[in-house]
């Protein structure tokens, strides 16, 4: 029993492979499209397929998983851009926004 739950094991991490090397750079260049970061793509993709692989008895390698793929690392590039996006903890830094009313006069009044 041993010999086949390795040879199933083996053959799991083979289909994985095949879809990561089928997979890997058009994840990238998706991820680029929320990323600006080649890097910071690369992890994205990469940690998409980690979480993958680590729910992989949920998931039937044998068919294409390219959604959901793609479906995690857009989740995850989200995430990654919710991290960057500056949080106004208090009254000053509310303070320092601009006047909205200013703001829009000045950038779509002046034009007409």
Known sequence: MAIAEDQFHI???QQFKEQFLQHYVSLCMFALRYVNNPEICQDIVQDSFLVLWEKRENIDLNSSIKPLLYKTVHNKAID????LSPTITNAEEVS??????????NTFMEST
Do not use: S, T
């Open 11 to 13: 053959a799991q991490i």
């Open 80 to 83: 990654y851009l919710r991290g």
């Open 96 to 105: 320092l926004l601009p006047d909205l009313e200013e703001l829009w006069d």
